[in-house]
């Protein structure tokens, strides 16, 4: 069996659109945990990737905001000893 023969039914059921690909899921976990603050190095490992360059290189996009971020909290940090 192939993964067509699964995914593609579960996509339908799902009700997500026929063009869904598994890499789609893939990038939206990888959303989802950079949402939630997932450290790097663990991203790295539950996507299976062979170096922390890879991950941040692949999902950098998702970042924008990340040094504003920071800013703000560096910020806030030497405001509020």
Avoid: C
């Amino acid at each position: 069996m192939n993964l067509h023969h699964y995914f593609k039914p579960a996509v339908r059921q799902a009700g997500l659109p026929e063009s869904t690909r598994f890499h789609d899921l893939r990038h939206t976990f990888a959303a989802i945990l950079i949402d939630q603050g997932a450290h790097p190095r663990a991203m790295m490992e539950r996507l299976g990737h062979s170096s922390i360059n890879v991950t941040l290189g692949t999902y950098e996009h998702l970042l924008p905001g990340l040094d504003e971020e920071l800013t703000r909290k560096l910020n806030q940090a030497w405001s509020n000893p």
